[in-house]
């Protein structure tokens, strides 16, 4: 039986009742497979000596003698201090809520204390204790045998015999001492019984232990070396049937197995391609890659694609005609009637490298072949503004052009949603409306959803399903959409391959031609004066401004009730009446009507209003060239990957731009890290690795709520060696059972 199977209710182990099974339950346990599942977030080796002198070494075990009592505070408030001292230092155990050890740890008592110490009043010291009495004998011995040798050896034997104690994170009411038991009493009861989950020439190949052993060692640990062991297998394993899940899904989607590299699956694209010129028409230096990729890019243009490459005022990128040759590729491949399979792409870039417009090239391509197109996008806002420059862009091309949100009348909202279903629109851009339940699509070939770590991965599931449909091969039995998922904030490779190692992963790198980088500022608060100097120099050259605050409106939040934070609507009125009186200034945020927002986002693109006060809805897709100011206050308050894209905001021209962190006195570490982080780079890869280091893969991009990474003990970065070893065993046994891939 594996673990995950062990169904029988926590309930059913001696000394575990409804009380306890109640507390176990905050913790999501319920079974004995939960609870055996639940790992240690770490281990109180107590079978180390560690003397109350070393205490700044970590936790000291040792032996000494009560030699006082003392007393502070008045009432219910009055606390026992306990005074213990060994042959090396004296210290203090402070008892809070504990007045009955004044009887168990009695002066003259000899005790053996582990616990966390630290120096605090000119005191060695600790309220995180475990005390118990001994046998004076035992400690007299102790203390006899170093007064002779004056060495320890006495000692460290003594501890080598104690345990080695799991560790577990608890919930209120829920003790170290009752999961120990319970745990201990299913491993007696349920651990022999488990078998294996990963095969067992990979557990002898890499020296791994079996799954009842490891369980055992992972809970109750006979030495630190057997708890490391067990941990390690523990990683493996987990990180292994990951990459199993991410295989068999890139099987689904492309029907082959993802490249080790980040890169590999896209260059291979373009390397075929250039070596079929090679064989037919003499091919241009096969060692020059830009050369490469600019035959492909030209070579492979659809009708559409040509016509709006034509009509741009500018050259497209390197990187950027790279995507659009492999996503080309991809397309062509997903319409081969003998074997489709569909596109799976995420495509990363920072912000203002270009990415919507070589989405729109993917559209076109899609549209050439007949199908239809949907751009999802998280806010009205910007899914207006990509509906905007599709306009501009497209309709020259003959596109057909739709924008739908949930704010569409009724009216206009019938017919549109007709044309839909009709096949008449060739795009549709808009909100989480794309995937309600009465939009129909005659057949929907692509989905394109912007700033993916905002959605589920039930909501992307929801737009593939309103185009998949029935297939007449027999291979597939149905054809999924094309899927590209596009990301302003660049995703650390390591990261990259262990959640979406199921998908192609196209860079854009490069930034368009004749951008200036942007010039960021570090300004302590109270010296704002100097900042508002600096932005009026830029007001009066005609250019525009940002001024973003964490908050909408003073004690926002009941966390920031009573701090000293500025609001969005507070700094509007002083800006306005004090600060910039002689300007034109609007305020948006996320309370504001949708229509409103998009009048003063309309205004302020036409440089009618020249300071946007603002709160982080102007994070994403606001794009506004003349802009060059961006001044974000308490920028402390804010994430890494969020000053990046506020950031980004500004320099969207060849005019110089500027960013102003304003910060206050109390900044953390991690704080300060950001900071320097963003003064440092422009460049957003390096700012996502600061980022991935500062908050760890679960938080970054949401992935865990997204529905992606669902891991428990292994983590991808710090476990990438594990990680690399398990996906390459994972990818063999797919290979040995599904020939082909």
Same mark, same amino acid.
């Given at each position: 039986?594996?673990?995950?199977?062990?169904?029988?209710?926590?309930?059913?182990?001696?000394?575990?009742?409804?009380?306890?099974?109640?507390?176990?339950?905050?913790?999501?346990?319920?079974?004995?497979?939960?609870?055996?599942?639940?790992?240690?977030?770490?281990?109180?080796?107590?079978?180390?000596?560690?003397?109350?002198?070393?205490?700044?070494?970590?936790?000291?075990?040792?032996?000494?003698?009560?030699?006082?009592?003392?007393?502070?505070?008045?009432?219910?408030?009055?606390?026992?201090?306990?005074?213990?001292?060994?042959?090396?230092?004296?210290?203090?155990?402070?008892?809070?809520?504990?007045?009955?050890?004044?009887?168990? /740890?009695?002066?003259?008592?000899?005790?053996?204390?582990?616990?966390?110490?630290?120096?605090?009043?000119?005191?060695?010291?600790?309220?995180?204790?475990?005390?118990?009495?001994?046998?004076?004998?035992?400690?007299?011995?102790?203390?006899?045998?170093?007064?002779?040798?004056?060495?320890?050896?006495?000692?460290?034997?003594?501890?080598?015999?104690?345990?080695?104690?799991?560790?577990?994170?608890?919930?209120?009411?829920?003790?170290?001492?009752?999961?120990?038991?319970?745990?201990?009493?299913?491993?007696?009861?349920?651990?022999?019984?488990?078998?294996?989950?990963?095969?067992?020439?990979?557990?002898?190949?890499?020296?791994?232990?079996?799954?009842?052993?490891?369980?055992?060692?992972?809970?109750?640990?006979?030495?630190?070396?057997?708890?490391?062991?067990?941990?390690?297998?523990?990683?493996?394993?987990?990180?292994?049937?990951?990459?199993?899940?991410?295989?068999?899904?890139?099987?689904?989607?492309?029907?082959?197995?993802?490249?080790?590299?980040?890169?590999?699956?896209?260059?291979?694209?373009?390397?075929?391609?250039? /070596?079929?010129?090679?064989?037919?028409?003499?091919?241009?230096?096969?060692?020059?890659?830009?050369?490469?990729?600019?035959?492909?890019?030209?070579?492979?243009?659809?009708?559409?694609?040509?016509?709006?490459?034509?009509? /741009?005022?500018?050259?497209?990128?390197?990187?950027?005609?790279?995507?659009?040759?492999?996503?080309?590729?991809?397309?062509?491949?997903?319409?081969?009637?003998?074997?489709?399979?569909?596109?799976?792409?995420? /495509?990363?870039?920072?912000?203002?490298?270009?990415?919507?417009?070589?989405?729109?090239?993917?559209?076109?391509?899609?549209?050439?072949?007949?199908?239809?197109?949907?751009?999802?996008?998280?806010?009205?806002?910007?899914?207006?503004?990509?509906?905007?420059?599709?306009?501009?862009?497209?309709?020259?091309?003959?596109?057909?052009?739709?924008?739908?949100?949930?704010?569409?009348?009724?009216?206009?909202?019938?017919?549109?949603?007709?044309?839909?279903?009709?096949?008449?629109?060739?795009?549709?851009?808009?909100?989480?409306?794309?995937?309600?339940?009465?939009?129909?699509?005659?057949?929907?070939?692509?989905?394109?959803?912007?700033?993916?770590?905002?959605?589920?991965?039930?909501?992307?599931?929801?737009?593939?399903?309103?185009?998949?449909?029935?297939?007449?091969?027999?291979?597939?039995?149905?054809?999924?959409?094309?899927?590209?998922?596009?990301?302003?904030?660049?995703?650390?490779?390591?990261?990259?391959?262990?959640?979406?190692?199921?998908?192609?992963?196209?860079?854009?790198?490069?930034?368009?031609?004749?951008?200036?980088?942007?010039?960021?500022?570090?300004?302590?608060?109270?010296?704002?004066?100097?900042?508002?100097?600096?932005?009026?120099?830029?007001?009066?050259?005609?250019?525009?401004?940002?001024?973003?605050?964490?908050?909408?409106?003073?004690?926002?939040?009941?966390?920031?009730?009573?701090?000293?934070?500025?609001?969005?609507?507070?700094?509007?009125?002083?800006?306005?009446?004090?600060?910039?009186?002689?300007?034109?200034?609007?305020?948006?945020?996320?309370?504001?009507?949708?229509?409103?927002?998009?009048?003063?986002?309309?205004?302020?693109?036409?440089?009618?209003?020249?300071?946007?006060?603002?709160?982080?809805?102007?994070?994403?897709?606001?794009?506004?060239?003349?802009?060059?100011?961006?001044?974000?206050?308490?920028?402390?308050?804010?994430?890494?990957?969020?000053?990046?894209?506020?950031?980004?905001?500004?320099?969207?021209?060849?005019?110089?731009?500027?960013?102003?962190?304003?910060?206050?006195?109390?900044?953390?570490?991690?704080?300060?890290?950001?900071?320097?982080?963003?003064?440092?780079?422009?460049?957003?890869?390096?700012?996502?690795?600061?980022?991935?280091?500062?908050?760890?893969?679960?938080?970054?991009?949401?992935?865990?709520?997204?529905?992606?990474?669902?891991?428990?003990?292994?983590?991808?970065?710090?476990?990438?060696?594990?990680?690399?070893?398990?996906?390459?065993?994972?990818?063999?046994?797919?290979?040995?059972?599904?020939?082909?891939?």
């Amino acid at each position: 039986m594996k673990l995950r199977e062990i169904s029988v209710p926590v309930t059913s182990l001696h000394g575990v009742g409804e009380s306890t099974a109640k507390l176990f339950s905050h913790l999501n346990i319920f079974t004995v497979g939960d609870l055996l599942s639940y790992w240690p977030r770490s281990f109180d080796d107590r079978t180390k000596y560690v003397p109350l002198k070393d205490f700044q070494h970590g936790k000291v075990n040792t032996v000494a003698k009560v030699v006082a009592h003392e007393w502070f505070g008045y009432g219910n408030m009055r606390t026992l201090k306990v005074i213990i001292e060994d042959f090396s230092a004296r210290a203090e155990l402070v008892c809070f809520n504990r007045p009955f050890l004044e009887k168990s /740890l009695a002066v003259g008592f000899s005790v053996r204390v582990n616990g966390s110490f630290s120096m605090r009043y000119g005191n060695i010291q600790s309220s995180a204790f475990e005390a118990e009495s001994i046998p004076s004998e035992t400690a007299l011995e102790l203390e006899a045998d170093f007064a002779k040798t004056k060495s320890t050896q006495k000692y460290s034997d003594y501890f080598s015999s104690k345990k080695i104690l799991a560790v577990y994170p608890l919930t209120a009411g829920l003790s170290q001492t009752a999961i120990r038991k319970a745990v201990a009493r299913a491993i007696k009861e349920y651990a022999k019984g488990i078998s294996d989950e990963i095969p067992e020439e990979i557990i002898a190949k890499h020296k791994l232990m079996h799954k009842a052993e490891c369980i055992t060692a992972m809970h109750i640990p006979k030495t630190m070396q057997e708890a490391e062991r067990a941990r390690i297998t523990l990683i493996f394993e987990e990180l292994y049937q990951f990459q199993i899940q991410i295989g068999m899904r890139s099987l689904a989607h492309r029907g082959k197995l993802p490249d080790d590299s980040i890169f590999a699956s896209s260059s291979s694209i373009l390397e075929e391609a250039a /070596l079929s010129r090679e064989n037919t028409n003499g091919a241009p230096d096969s060692d020059s890659a830009k050369a490469i990729i600019e035959a492909c890019f030209l070579d492979g243009l659809s009708p559409r694609q040509k016509k709006v490459l034509e009509s /741009l005022l500018f050259e497209l990128t390197i990187d950027q005609k790279k995507v659009i040759a492999e996503m080309n590729a991809d397309i062509d491949r997903s319409y081969d009637l003998k074997k489709p399979y569909a596109m799976a792409r995420l /495509l990363q870039g920072d912000v203002g490298s270009g990415k919507t417009l070589v989405a729109f090239f993917a559209c076109l391509r899609v549209i050439d072949y007949g199908g239809q197109c949907a751009m999802l996008a998280p806010t009205e806002l910007l899914a207006r503004q990509h509906a905007e420059n599709a306009a501009k862009l497209l309709q020259n091309a003959g596109v057909s052009l739709a924008f739908l949100t949930g704010n569409i009348k009724a009216a206009g909202r019938n017919l549109l949603l007709t044309e839909l279903k009709n096949g008449n629109i060739q795009l549709v851009i808009g909100t989480h409306a794309l995937f309600s339940h009465n939009v129909q699509y005659k057949d929907l070939r692509l989905a394109v959803i912007d700033e993916q770590h905002r959605f589920g991965v039930l909501q992307r599931n929801a737009i593939l399903e309103k185009g998949r449909r029935a297939a007449d091969t027999a291979e597939t039995g149905y054809i999924t959409p094309n899927l590209l998922m596009m990301s302003a904030t660049p995703i650390p490779q390591t990261l990259a391959l262990s959640v979406f190692g199921d998908l192609d992963i196209s860079v854009i790198k490069s930034m368009p031609s004749g951008r200036l980088p942007i010039k960021t500022h570090l300004t302590k608060q109270g010296s704002e004066e100097n900042v508002y100097r600096y932005v009026r120099a830029e007001l009066q050259q005609g250019r525009q401004a940002y001024f973003v605050y964490p908050l909408i409106e003073q004690g926002d939040t009941d966390e920031d009730r009573g701090n000293s934070l500025k609001s969005a609507e507070q700094m509007y009125e002083f800006l306005s009446k004090k600060i910039f009186p002689e300007y034109k200034i609007a305020l948006i945020h996320s309370k504001i009507e949708e229509n409103e927002q998009r009048e003063i986002m309309s205004q302020f693109n036409q440089n009618k209003i020249q300071i946007l006060v603002a709160t982080s809805v102007v994070e994403v897709g606001v794009d506004v060239p003349n802009a060059t100011c961006m001044v974000i206050e308490h920028a402390e308050r804010f994430g890494l990957a969020a000053l990046h894209q506020l950031r980004g905001r500004v320099g969207r021209s060849s005019l110089q731009s500027h960013c102003f962190l304003i910060y206050s006195e109390k900044l953390t570490e991690d704080g300060k890290s950001r900071l320097k982080a963003l003064f440092e780079s422009n460049d957003g890869f390096f700012i996502a690795e600061e980022d991935l280091r500062l908050r760890g893969p679960g938080e970054v991009l949401g992935v865990q709520q997204s529905g992606y990474l669902t891991l428990s003990i292994a983590d991808p970065v710090r476990d990438e060696a594990i990680m690399n070893v398990a996906r390459t065993e994972a990818f063999e046994y797919i290979r040995r059972t599904h020939p082909g891939a």
